[in-house]
């Protein structure tokens, strides 16, 4: 590490250079309101539409290098958790800060499982929904709607009181997605039991039907376990940004949760799964490929499910999950849709094309498969999705609210607009 750790800038209108201090990589953006400021001039702005290279927060909760393709949580490979962990050992990680002992896990699981049910009153809300509402609009409103329930979620300083509502989040996260899909379906909400395992107990309120009991494959289970592994957490994505910032009035976990479901709801964040099996759909066949194929290259078709914002290589996620593919299909049966996405996975990872530009199978390229074999409509994919965010948004919150750093969100603009109009009436203009 060299001592000098700074930056000169030399702003060529006055010919002054300024010494700006780096730290972790980074120049603070406030730094630059010096340069050029005076009495009739404001200083430089950073403009960065996107965020694309703004960081809002230093965090300790994920790590990613898209060069290297490397995920982590709290220092963690998720190679190493999908594969060895659980979902809910994996949010007591996110939460925490460190893996549970046999005793924290013990009672950290007991509260998950034992804040499962949900008031009445909650069931009756959401029984007012259209019958085809659409499920993850029904979890972003009875996910706000739970700080109505528990009005002193709002003493977001009292860390007991954070505890309880995190806790409570988590639990019953599983209980709302799924009676949002089986009201869309016309059937009967299913209580959560309190016998099964988190997974277990979700696959139970989605698809028990007359059976006293529900018996869910162990296979679909893990399958369904490491999926939610996978979407724990992604560092400060579109919707945790959300929950930040939302957060960062100090409004209670529920209310900034729920702008982060929000966040997800919109296509270009929570939709990518299903824009692939559109995708594959719309191919068809395997024989139809390399039309299709030659159609991305002249700007007629869009290949969804590959490259993304962060990785440049690979991503991570989608190895893990195209080995959860195998353990499904073996109870499902395979998804005919899989061979054409083997063959187009094959041809775009040979073609020079796809490779000079890094794209590689994103994590949506083969979920939006599996969540297809487990019967779940499109519509779902992304509910699916924010019940396994949900610890990572808690994870993100619960570091802001300690954090002395952050204020209320409050980007700046460049203004674009007239000024000083002349206000002219309206008998005038209307004359």
Same mark, same amino acid.
């Given at each position: 590490m060299t001592e000098n750790q700074t930056l000169t800038v030399r702003d060529n209108r006055t010919g002054e250079e300024y010494e700006l201090p780096i730290t972790d990589g980074t120049v603070r953006a406030s730094d630059f309101n010096k340069i050029g400021k005076s009495e009739n001039e404001p200083g430089l702005a950073v403009y960065d539409p996107g965020f694309t290279n703004t960081a809002s927060t230093r965090s300790a909760v994920t790590y990613i290098d898209g060069d290297k393709g490397i995920l982590e949580y709290r220092g963690y490979p998720i190679e190493q958790l999908a594969e060895k962990s659980t979902f809910l050992e994996v949010a007591y990680l996110l939460i925490h800060g460190e893996l549970p002992t046999k005793e924290q896990h013990e009672r950290w699981v007991h509260e998950i499982t034992f804040h499962t049910f949900v008031h009445e009153n909650v069931k009756s809300l959401m029984q007012g929904f259209r019958y085809d509402a659409h499920p993850m609009g029904m979890l972003l409103s009875s996910v706000g709607a739970l700080s109505t329930f528990y009005p002193e979620a709002r003493n977001i300083s009292d860390p007991d009181v954070r505890h309880e509502q995190v806790v409570r989040m988590i639990a019953k996260m599983p209980t709302l997605g799924a009676w949002s899909f089986r009201h869309a379906q016309g059937k009967p909400y299913v209580y959560p039991d309190n016998d099964l395992t988190y997974t277990e107990n979700f696959l139970s309120m989605l698809f028990k039907m007359s059976e006293p009991k529900y018996d869910p494959d162990p296979r679909l289970a893990k399958a369904l376990d490491v999926l939610l592994i996978l979407h724990a957490d992604h560092e400060q994505n579109c919707s945790t940004n959300a929950v930040r910032s939302v957060g960062s009035?100090? +409004?209670? !976990?529920?209310? *900034? +949760?729920?702008? &982060?479901? *929000?966040?997800?709801? /919109? !296509?270009l964040h929570g939709g990518a799964n299903e824009a692939v099996l559109k995708m594959l759909r719309r191919i068809g066949t395997k024989d139809k490929i390399p039309a299709f194929i030659e159609g991305v290259k002249n700007g007629d078709e869009k290949l969804m499910g590959f490259g993304h914002r962060v990785y440049k290589n690979f991503d991570p996620r989608a190895t893990i999950i195209k080995k959860a593919c195998d353990d499904v299909f073996e109870v499902t049966g395979v998804n005919p849709l899989l061979e054409i996405a083997q063959e187009l996975e094959r041809i775009a990872l040979e073609d020079d094309y796809f490779i000079s530009r890094k794209l590689y199978p994103n994590v949506d390229f083969y979920s939006g498969l599996i969540y297809e074999a487990l019967q779940f409509p499109p519509e779902m994919f992304t509910v699916l999705f924010a019940i &396994?965010?949900? !610890? /990572?948004?808690? *994870?993100?919150w619960l570091e802001l609210v300690d954090d002395k750093e952050q204020k209320i969100a409050r980007p700046k603009q460049i203004y674009t607009g007239d000024r000083q109009l002349e206000f002219v009436p309206a008998e005038e203009r209307w004359a």
């Open positions: 009035s100090q +409004v209670d !976990p529920y209310s *900034a +949760v729920s702008a &982060g479901i *929000a966040a997800l709801y /919109g !296509p &396994g965010r949900t !610890p /990572g948004w808690l *994870a993100q």
